[in-house]
């Protein structure tokens, strides 16, 4: 149905219903939480949706609303992350921040689309995702549910998932709502500082947040989801400001606005804006949150202000007419429940997509000759806290995670771990496997170097498995100290003394402080949280089987005190660097190598800024390349970043082959926001840099005058 029609509907229906049904219809009830003849009770008072609950029970609650008075149907949200994960039979993705290291969007819409069909098999309609926050720092919990540190590449992958969630048409039975989330500026919280007050400018949003979230809108995206926290000290919840002038007015979102758990609760306990529930309920709907994520004293206390003269009605009449839209849009009154693709839970197609976008995750980001392991090794040592965990493998937001802690749950095959990968692959080769875990992520009593380096000794290679766990990452697990916890670099000091060499393998949340795990190591490969196949896809890497072609969303600091270390600094540092410390990040923004190295020649940029690089595969091997396009403001009346990522372009070549590669530009890609907060293009001379990474010696650069 198109949005005009919905909107019709919409406004007839609000025109029957009562005060009473317009404050329930706001209300989105946890079924975890109120239990069943709680959640019944709620949807036949009229609630407009239940979060987390699956199957026949989500059936019986959407039974008892069309049995209502006016018989609205119910809308049924999951946390579907990086799959439909909550579901131990689904399949589970690599997170958002392992997509993101492929740097292709049609990987990151085919999640979207899987993930959709197997969240409308259950019967659900919503996912509460994409989350479009920038992971800026990296002391932040959730940085492993970003696309990264940078809003270009988070804006284009953000935009290919809404149209794998959503599709072509919201009724269709295989799609579901995608929710982009969290609104606004949520990652870049002081401190690092999960829901804490975020110091930026408004010409800071408009340079940086609003921008995903306007590719979110522009690829129709449904609903948005507003951030915990505050900016500058104005809870983001009650913010009207934000909320409907810059997102409705400016973006051109045209759904509905969904809070975040408990945020107008907020309000009164956490952040002390407002004396009570009635303050704070009537303050989050007049700044424009449609939806009230379970504060359930929401409904009285808008009732209530409504009574007595304190709200108009015209506050709930616009939050209705939004929720009611989109729900006549997706066609619920003729098909309450989504239909989905029954079996297509964790099918081949859909496991497919998911080792496709393990093996598309993958980022070698240092070689010394290690790697692919040789013919001449015959035994290899697995070693590691995180080489078996399939709970490190799959990271947050899965059955062991949400909607409540299970991590005693039992894993759900299939899945491959990196040393089931890499036996696999040994035994069809016949070389021999030896594992030893050597210490665990955290320290305990059974941690045992001395039978890792052992092990090592017996061994050609040595792969070294390290990371962090799902206690040390995601909501309320904020961290001040970034370098490898317990003793695993103990484990990798005493493993490299063994002479044999050592491949580092990451499989974490995010980058954390490698140290000499990755300096003095042979070879390091970035996993991050990889799914289902992270092992497998890891393991091919490490054979040969697989090309590397992962380019990193994100930069890896050497040490914690270097942030913030993204790419896209201001000049104007005096001196340049540390005293104590290189100036430059572990890792950059964009690296990443494979077996293939590619060579640049001959940028230039035309008239129409269309960008024309030659590449050439200079190896051996066929491989894929990310072609990355930035520009730099040479004179600007505001301070512009050193760079910024415009563009990017993957190609896979032959060996020796060279590609004419064409990347146009458009104008908005030279401009700035200004001293008044208007986007603008100065005219002046710009330098336009095309190549491997971010890393200025990675980069052709050309000069264009754009006037």
């Not at 019986?60 to 799959?83: M, N, V």
């Not at 439909?84 to 921040?97: E, K, R, V, W």
């Not at 995010?510 to 196949?533: H, S, Y």
């Not at 100065?682 to 190549?691: C, D, Q, S």
């Amino acid at each position: 149905m198109k949005r005009q029609e919905a909107r019709t509907l919409a406004r007839d229906m609000l025109k029957q219903m009562t005060l009473e049904e317009k404050a329930a219809q706001m209300l989105q009830v946890s079924y975890a939480h109120v239990g069943r003849e709680e959640a019944l009770r709620w949807a036949k008072k009229g609630a407009g949706s239940f979060l987390h609950v699956l199957g026949d029970d989500a059936r019986e609650l959407q039974q008892a609303a069309l049995q209502s008075r006016l018989g609205i149907p119910l809308l049924f949200g999951i946390d579907a992350i990086h799959g439909h994960g909550l579901n131990d039979h689904a399949t589970i993705f690599p997170s958002q921040l392992a997509c993101a290291c492929s740097w292709n969007r049609e990987i990151v819409r085919v999640m979207g689309e899987v993930t959709a069909r197997e969240v409308a098999t259950d019967g659900l309609h919503w996912a509460f995702s994409p989350v479009l926050c920038l992971g800026r720092d990296t002391r932040w919990g959730r940085i492993d549910e970003t696309f990264g540190e940078d809003p270009y590449l988070t804006g284009e992958l953000g935009a290919a998932i809404v149209r794998g969630y959503q599709g072509d048409d919201l009724d269709d039975p295989e799609h579901i709502l995608a929710c982009a989330k969290h609104y606004l500026g949520y990652g870049e919280a002081t401190g690092g500082r999960d829901a804490y007050d975020t110091e930026v400018s408004e010409r800071k949003i408009r340079e940086l947040f609003l921008p995903t979230f306007r590719k979110a809108a522009e690829a129709g995206c449904a609903t948005v989801m507003t951030a915990y926290g505050s900016i500058d000290g104005m809870p983001l919840t009650a913010s009207r400001r934000i909320l409907h002038d810059l997102l409705r007015d400016e973006t051109g979102f045209d759904g509905f606005v969904i809070t975040d758990w408990d945020n107008a609760r907020s309000l009164v306990g956490n952040q002390h804006v407002e004396k009570d529930m009635a303050g704070a309920s009537v303050a989050a709907a007049r700044a424009g949150n449609d939806m009230i994520m379970v504060t359930m004293e929401f409904y009285d206390a808008v009732v209530q202000a409504v009574r007595d003269g304190s709200m108009d009605i015209a506050v709930l009449d616009e939050a209705v007419e939004h929720i009611l839209t989109v729900k006549y849009e997706m066609g619920l009154f003729e098909r309450p429940e989504k239909a989905g693709r029954p079996g297509c839970l964790g099918c081949p197609e859909h496991l497919d997509a998911a080792l496709r976008a393990a093996r598309s995750s993958v980022t070698l980001l240092k070689n010394d000759g290690m790697l692919p392991l040789s013919s001449a090794v015959r035994r290899v040592a697995v070693i590691g806290p995180n080489a078996d965990d399939i709970r490190a493998q799959y990271g947050d937001w899965t059955y062991f995670t949400h909607p409540l802690p299970n991590p005693a749950h039992e894993p759900v095959r299939p899945y491959v771990t990196l040393l089931e990968g890499v036996e696999k692959l040994a035994r069809a080769r016949g070389v021999e496997t030896v594992f030893a875990k050597g210490c665990a992520v955290l320290p305990e009593a059974d941690d045992d170097l001395d039978a890792a380096v052992a092990a090592a000794m017996d061994a050609d290679a040595v792969i070294l498995a390290v990371g962090d766990r799902i206690d040390q990452f995601g909501e309320y697990r904020d961290r001040a100290n970034l370098d490898l916890s317990g003793r695993q670099m103990e484990l990798f000091r005493r493993l490299k003394q063994t002479g044999k060499p050592v491949c580092t393998v990451l499989i974490a949340s995010k980058p954390l402080c490698l140290g000499d795990a990755a300096e003095q190591a042979d070879a390091v490969i970035c996993a991050f949280n990889g799914g289902m196949f992270g092992g497998q896809a890891v393991a091919e890497a490490l054979f040969g089987e697989l090309n590397p072609s992962g380019r990193l969303p994100i930069t890896f600091p050497r040490h914690v005190g270097q942030l913030p270390v993204y790419y896209s600094q201001l000049p104007g540092w005096h001196g340049g660097r540390y005293c104590d410390l290189p100036e430059t990040p572990l890792f950059a923004f964009g690296e990443g190598m494979g077996y293939s190295p590619f060579a640049y020649a001959n940028l230039s940029v035309d008239e129409a800024h269309t960008v024309q690089v030659d590449v050439t595969n200079t190896g051996s091997r066929t491989g894929t390349e990310t072609v990355q396009v930035y520009v730099r403001d040479c004179v600007s009346s505001v301070i512009t970043p050193v760079r910024k990522l415009v563009a990017f372009r993957q190609i896979t070549l032959a060996p020796g082959e060279t590609a004419a590669v064409r990347i146009p530009l458009s104008r908005d890609s030279f401009s700035l926001i200004n001293a008044n907060c208007e986007q603008v293009v100065e005219p002046g001379e710009f330098i336009v840099y095309a190549g491997h990474s971010s890393k200025e010696q990675d980069l052709l650069q050309t000069a264009v005058w754009i006037g």
